[in-house]
């Protein structure tokens, strides 16, 4: 059903010349298996611009195994750079009441966030969190909002993260020895660095000890925040932007 679908929809725009991108796939598992296979196979990738899949299960470290195995499966039907979208990305928090207890709110922007991060770094073309309304499914909710309309701060974080990369490009992971960085890509533009250090747990106790400085430090949802007494960096959301001259972190990269 869903091949002969697309077809048709691929020749109506072409006949009509509609000039939009035609996405395809919106597969719902995050690495590609037989279903995808015989989409190929018969001939999805020769009708679309872009293909889609959504990453619930997986969390932010998987994320670039995830694209690899896309792009495997890609370039195994010849089409190695068609654009990768990823169309849904969550983090539920329990349905019930009108807003998440913080720390609720906290895992869910912590999860969703950073994997816009891992996909930027790993070049995906789109990224959509799921989902900005207040959004009962069962017995959990995906919302960004609460239920009087006001923002969470899964939706803080994920509009700083926005700001935060922006026209920024990856080009590398920080030098980072301490075993509770589960993630460090880094992003530049001009003379310019941004690490994005993670991880993975809020903890308002957390610290890295790394030899940066004369660099800005920004929580999750982008408010400034200071080293500590004794020279080291604070992480208490799970994750922290560091950003200044390329010169700052020379030799970590």
Same mark, same amino acid.
């Given at each position: 059903?869903?091949?002969?679908?697309?077809?048709?929809?691929?020749?109506?725009?072409?006949?009509?010349?509609?000039?939009?991108?035609?996405?395809?796939?919106?597969?719902?598992?995050?690495?590609?298996?037989?279903?995808?296979?015989?989409?190929?196979?018969?001939?999805?990738?020769?009708?679309?611009?872009?293909?889609?899949?959504?990453?619930?299960?997986?969390?932010?470290?998987?994320?670039?195994?995830?694209?690899?195995?896309?792009?495997? @499966?890609?370039?195994?039907?010849?089409?190695?750079?068609?654009?990768? @979208?990823?169309?849904?990305?969550?983090?539920? @928090?329990?349905?019930?009441?009108?807003?998440?207890r913080r720390e609720q709110d906290m895992t869910s922007a912590l999860?969703?966030?950073?994997?816009?991060?891992?996909?930027?770094?790993?070049?995906?073309?789109?990224?959509?969190?799921?989902?900005?309304?207040?959004?009962?499914?069962?017995?959990?909710?995906?919302?960004?909002?609460?239920?009087?309309?006001?923002?969470?701060?899964?939706?803080?974080?994920?509009?700083?993260?926005?700001?935060?990369?922006?026209? @920024?490009?990856?080009?590398?992971?920080?030098?980072?020895?301490?075993?509770?960085?589960?993630?460090?890509?880094?992003?530049?533009?001009?003379?310019?660095?941004?690490?994005?250090?993670?991880?993975?747990?809020?903890?308002?106790?957390?610290?890295?000890?790394?030899?940066?400085?004369?660099?800005?430090?920004?929580?999750?949802?982008?408010?400034?925040?200071?080293?500590?007494?004794?020279?080291?960096?604070?992480?208490?959301?799970?994750?922290?932007?560091?950003?200044?001259?390329?010169?700052?972190?020379?030799?970590?990269?």
């Amino acid at each position: 059903q869903l091949l002969p679908m697309v077809k048709a929809i691929a020749y109506s725009f072409q006949q009509a010349d509609i000039r939009v991108p035609l996405v395809g796939g919106v597969f719902g598992q995050p690495l590609p298996h037989r279903f995808e296979r015989e989409c190929a196979r018969n001939g999805l990738l020769d009708q679309v611009s872009a293909v889609s899949f959504h990453v619930y299960r997986h969390g932010p470290p998987e994320i670039p195994h995830c694209v690899a195995a896309y792009r495997q @499966w890609l370039a195994a039907f010849g089409k190695p750079s068609m654009p990768l @979208w990823i169309t849904e990305s969550g983090k539920s @928090w329990p349905a019930g009441t009108g807003r998440p207890r913080r720390e609720q709110d906290m895992t869910s922007a912590l999860s969703i966030t950073m994997k816009a991060v891992e996909a930027r770094a790993c070049g995906i073309a789109r990224y959509f969190a799921f989902v900005y309304p207040f959004y009962v499914q069962g017995a959990v909710n995906f919302g960004m909002m609460g239920q009087e309309h006001t923002p969470l701060r899964i939706m803080a974080a994920y509009v700083n993260c926005v700001a935060e990369l922006s026209g @920024w490009s990856y080009v590398g992971n920080l030098k980072i020895t301490d075993h509770a960085v589960l993630l460090a890509p880094v992003f530049a533009r001009g003379d310019q660095l941004t690490a994005v250090v993670y991880t993975g747990k809020a903890n308002s106790d957390a610290a890295l000890t790394v030899a940066i400085h004369g660099i800005s430090i920004r929580g999750i949802d982008g408010r400034m925040l200071r080293r500590n007494a004794n020279g080291s960096i604070p992480i208490p959301d799970g994750m922290v932007y560091l950003r200044g001259p390329a010169s700052a972190f020379a030799g970590k990269v």
